[in-house]
C-alpha cells in the first residue's frame, strides 16, 4: 500500500512536470529540481515509514532511536561548521605535546606558506632538530650569532673534512675570542622548511658545547617569530 502511493505521488509529480513544458517552474523550481525534490522526498517518506512500522508498540524506543540519530546528526553538522576551529585546537594540543625543538607544522594565513612552530626547552631557550646535509642535528637558536656555527663533532656528522679546515674567522663567545672555519652547507632543513647554501662556520674543538642556528639561516625565510613558549618559522 505504502509502495502504491509513493508510485501515485511521482507519476502527479512527473504529470506536473510535463504540464509546465520545457522552460515553465513548478512551486518556484525548474522541473528537474522539482522531480529530484519529490523523488529524495518519495523516498524518505518510504523509508521513514518502514522504520516507523519496525517500532510499532514500542513509542518509548522509537524516541529513544530517534534522539540518538538527531544527536549524530547534530554532532556531524557542528564538527563540519567548526573544523577549522578544530583544527587550530589539535595543532595547540599536539605541540604542547611535542618534545622542546621538535618541528610540527601548522597552518598560517591563508595556508599556502610553509610554516613550522618549535616548543621552548625547559632552560627557556629554542633548540631546532635539523637536518644539515642529511645529517639529524639539533641547534640552538641564536639571533645573536651572525651564521650558523657547527661544533666539530656536528661538522663531521654532517660530512665536513673539519681536518682540512682553515680556523682564522674570530668568533666572540662567552668564554672570549675562538676561531672557525667558513663553510657552505648544501641543504639544510627544519621540518619541512628548506634552505639550499647556507654560510656557517665551523668552530675549533673545545669552543661550542652546542651548534648555533644563527641569522645565516633564519634571514633566509620569510619570516620567524617568537611568541610564549613557541618559535614559529615560516618559509
Known amino acids: 500500500m505504502?509502495?502504491?502511493?509513493?508510485?501515485c505521488v511521482l507519476a502527479l509529480a512527473f504529470l506536473a512536470?510535463?504540464?509546465?513544458?520545457?522552460?515553465?517552474?513548478?512551486?518556484?523550481?525548474?522541473?528537474?529540481?522539482?522531480?529530484?525534490?519529490?523523488?529524495?522526498?518519495?523516498?524518505?517518506i518510504f523509508v521513514g515509514m518502514s522504520v516507523l512500522g519496525g517500532y510499532q508498540g514500542r513509542f518509548s524506543r522509537a524516541a529513544k532511536d530517534l534522539a540518538i540519530w538527531v544527536s549524530i546528526a547534530l554532532a556531524l553538522v557542528l564538527g563540519y561548521s567548526f573544523r577549522e576551529d578544530f583544527k587550530?585546537?589539535?595543532?595547540?594540543?599536539?605541540?604542547?605535546?611535542?618534545?622542546?625543538?621538535?618541528?610540527?607544522?601548522?597552518?598560517?594565513?591563508?595556508g599556502a606558506e610553509q610554516a613550522v612552530r618549535?616548543?621552548?626547552?625547559?632552560?627557556?631557550h629554542f633548540i631546532a632538530r635539523s637536518e644539515v646535509n642529511g645529517a639529524n642535528l639539533t641547534l640552538l637558536v641564536d639571533t645573536g650569532?651572525?651564521?650558523v656555527v657547527l661544533k666539530p663533532t656536528d661538522a663531521r656528522l654532517a660530512g665536513i673534512d673539519i681536518d682540512a679546515l682553515t680556523y682564522s674567522v674570530p668568533v666572540r663567545t662567552a668564554n672570549g675570542t675562538a676561531y672557525a672555519a667558513a663553510v657552505r652547507i648544501k641543504r639544510m632543513a627544519v621540518g619541512g622548511i628548506v634552505v639550499d647554501g647556507v654560510e656557517a662556520l665551523v668552530a675549533k674543538p673545545g669552543?661550542?658545547?652546542?651548534?648555533?642556528?644563527?641569522?645565516s639561516f633564519l634571514t633566509r625565510l620569510r619570516?620567524?617569530?617568537?611568541?610564549?613558549?613557541?618559535?614559529?618559522?615560516r618559509g
Open 88 to 110: 587550530v585546537l589539535a595543532q595547540r594540543v599536539t605541540a604542547e605535546l611535542m618534545p622542546p625543538g621538535e618541528a610540527m607544522s601548522v597552518r598560517v594565513g591563508n
Open 17 to 44: 512536470v510535463i504540464v509546465a513544458g520545457d522552460g515553465g517552474t513548478i512551486a518556484g523550481l525548474d522541473a528537474s529540481s522539482f522531480m529530484g525534490l519529490v523523488t529524495a522526498g518519495s523516498l524518505l
Open 145 to 147: 650569532a651572525t651564521t
Open 118 to 124: 618549535i616548543r621552548k626547552r625547559a632552560d627557556g
Open 2 to 7: 505504502k509502495l502504491w502511493l509513493l508510485l
Open 207 to 215: 669552543a661550542l658545547t652546542e651548534s648555533l642556528l644563527g641569522m
Open 223 to 233: 619570516s620567524y617569530e617568537f611568541s610564549g613558549e613557541f618559535l614559529t618559522l
